[in-house]
């Protein structure tokens, strides 16, 4: 077939649709054909959100030192390799999360205000109603520009009705991407899901393709393999470098999903028959879902990402890690030094699996430096200490350069009570979808790019 040079050129076979990643050769051919020759082709920009449930041990994770050069504490240790791609944002607020009149339920409070910024109606019932989130706004303005508008991940299944906090509904707890005030947009929790989504050039063809490859048992590789061929023909050579890395990449998040599946359904799974389980192991479900991420950025097939890493006041215990306690038992610590050390713990490995995707994205090159650099990953919890349930001086990571826009490797302080949702309006400039306002916020946030 003749290869149509786009921003992303696409490899197809028999159902497949194997996007590639950003390359200069492809780009420069794809402004050649537009008429544009002699342009730069500068990769996009992408941002993706994080989040984690029940607050930190803050005395852990607040660097000491403001400005670069700072000393990673504890829990952000995980981050030495990325530090210089890392800043570590302290005094940012979520007025919205608190209780402003309406009681317990912290914790929903949380998770719907997180990337909102509103104040979320409380109730257990279907008039439920919270705020746009920037993620949305983002999608709303360029999500044209790729397949997908978004993509929205999670490793904990959430309802979408009944009472999960103290009167405020499960949809609460179990999303943070909001389409409209009133419409939560639900995760994907099986990343097997997530990987054939990417790569199925419909998504009513997903079953059929993957029943297909199973019964025959080949790799999703094996159905582009022609197109993959013709195209090196049309390739620089470290292009052509570049493309056998990324088609390696995926075949072996292809046969670590099938490991994953093969070990959590045991010898309960019937023969080629698509797996509708998650992965048992919760670190490789983690990093399998950094990896859908990874190629999602990658390919060009979205630019902005969701990604709750548990749901909000998740109890999960983690013995990975030695702490077979509920997370958000121990988040009520109550001053209690052994339960402080498994919470300091617990926060670490999530910041571990931060530092796994910052370590995927800044090992692919792209443009004049790498695919971190074109992007901006903001982490972190909308409550601040778990046992006082507050919402100021939230723990806050923004990780990446935006493109050249943010300068990194500093923890930089703000006066408290400015709002989190600054944030958001200074990530919405920076990937090409202004707005007037989110939330509660005032303003941009400054000194983020010295």
Same mark, same amino acid.
């Given at each position: 077939?003749?290869?149509?040079?786009?921003?992303?050129?696409?490899?197809?076979?028999?159902?497949? &649709?194997?996007?590639?990643?950003?390359?200069?050769?492809?780009?420069?051919?794809?402004?050649?054909?537009?008429?544009?020759?002699?342009? &730069?082709?500068?990769?996009?920009?992408?941002?993706?959100?994080?989040?984690?449930?029940?607050?930190?041990?803050?005395?852990?994770? =607040?660097?000491?030192? /403001?400005?670069?050069?700072?000393?990673?504490?504890?829990?952000?240790?995980?981050?030495?390799?990325?530090?210089?791609?890392? =800043?570590?944002?302290?005094?940012?607020?979520?007025?919205?999360?608190?209780?402003?009149?309406?009681?317990? *339920?912290?914790?929903?409070?949380?998770?719907?205000?997180?990337?909102?910024?509103?104040?979320?109606?409380?109730?257990?019932?279907?008039?439920?109603?919270?705020?746009?989130?920037?993620?949305?706004?983002?999608?709303?303005?360029?999500?044209?520009?790729?397949?997908?508008?978004?993509? %929205?991940?999670?490793? /904990?299944?959430?309802?979408?009705?009944?009472?999960?906090?103290?009167?405020?509904?499960?949809?609460?707890?179990?999303?943070?991407?909001w389409s409209s005030e009133t419409t939560p947009v639900g995760k994907e929790t099986n990343p097997r899901l997530v990987f054939e989504r990417l790569f199925s050039e419909r998504r009513s063809q997903i079953d059929e393709n993957l029943a297909r490859r199973m019964a025959q048992q080949k790799s999703i590789l094996d159905y582009i393999s022609d197109?993959?061929?013709?195209?090196?023909?049309?390739?620089?050579?470290?292009?052509?470098?570049?493309?056998?890395?990324?088609?390696?990449?995926?075949?072996?998040?292809?046969?670590?999903? %099938?490991?994953?599946?093969r070990e959590s359904a045991g010898s309960s799974r019937v023969a080629h028959q698509p797996p509708a389980s998650t992965p048992s192991d919760y670190t490789e479900h983690l990093r399998l879902m950094c990896d859908m991420l990874v190629l999602a950025f990658q390919t060009d097939s979205t630019r902005i990402a969701t990604f709750m890493l548990a749901?909000?006041?998740?109890?999960?215990?983690?013995?990975?890690?030695?702490? &077979?306690?509920?997370?958000?038992?121990?988040?009520?610590?109550?001053?209690?030094?052994?339960?402080?050390?498994?919470?300091?713990?617990?926060?670490?490995?999530?910041?571990?699996?931060?530092?796994?995707?910052?370590?995927?994205?800044? &090992?692919?090159?792209?443009?004049?430096?790498?695919?971190?650099?074109?992007?901006?990953?903001?982490? *972190?919890?909308?409550?601040?200490?778990?046992?006082?349930?507050?919402?100021?001086?939230?723990?806050?990571?923004?990780?990446?350069?935006?493109?050249?826009?943010?300068?990194?490797?500093?923890?930089?302080?703000?006066? %408290?009570?400015?709002?989190?949702?600054?944030?958001?309006?200074?990530?919405?400039?920076?990937?090409?979808?202004?707005?007037?306002?989110? *939330?509660?916020?005032?303003?941009?946030?400054?000194?983020?790019?010295?």
């Open positions: 077939m003749a290869h149509q040079f786009n921003r992303r050129t696409v490899l197809r076979g028999l159902g497949i &649709s194997l996007a590639l990643p950003w390359m200069p050769s492809l780009a420069v051919k794809a402004l050649a054909a537009s008429g544009s020759a002699g342009q &730069s082709a500068a990769p996009p920009r992408r941002m993706a959100f994080m989040f984690v449930p029940n607050g930190v041990h803050l005395p852990d994770w =607040t660097p000491a030192e /403001e400005g670069y050069g700072y000393q990673l504490p504890y829990i952000l240790e995980p981050l030495a390799a990325v530090q210089e791609d890392v =800043t570590v944002l302290s005094g940012l607020t979520h007025d919205k999360g608190r209780a402003n009149g309406d009681g317990p *339920g912290d914790h929903a409070r949380s998770a719907s205000v997180f990337l909102t910024g509103a104040q979320p109606r409380k109730t257990s019932g279907a008039n439920i109603r919270s705020g746009v989130s920037v993620d949305q706004l983002a999608a709303q303005r360029i999500g044209s520009a790729t397949r997908f508008a978004s993509l %929205e991940l999670g490793c /904990e299944a959430g309802r979408s009705a009944g009472n999960c906090d103290s009167g405020y509904s499960c949809a609460y707890s179990s999303n943070i991407s197109d993959a061929r013709r195209l090196q023909n049309q390739l620089s050579g470290s292009d052509n470098r570049k493309l056998d890395e990324y088609l390696t990449g995926v075949r072996e998040i292809e046969r670590r999903l %099938e490991l994953a599946e749901n909000a006041g998740s109890n999960r215990s983690y013995r990975q890690i030695g702490v &077979s306690d509920g997370h958000h038992d121990l988040s009520h610590h109550g001053g209690d030094r052994a339960k402080h050390e498994k919470i300091r713990r617990i926060n670490r490995y999530h910041v571990s699996q931060l530092a796994y995707l910052l370590e995927r994205l800044k &090992s692919i090159p792209e443009g004049e430096g790498t695919l971190l650099d074109n992007c901006m990953i903001c982490y *972190g919890s909308a409550i601040s200490d778990g046992n006082r349930h507050n919402n100021e001086n939230l723990p806050i990571l923004l990780a990446g350069r935006g493109g050249g826009s943010i300068d990194p490797g500093r923890h930089v302080r703000y006066r %408290e009570e400015t709002p989190l949702c600054n944030l958001f309006m200074s990530m919405l400039d920076r990937i090409g979808a202004p707005a007037e306002f989110i *939330g509660d916020s005032t303003g941009r946030l400054d000194r983020l790019q010295v």
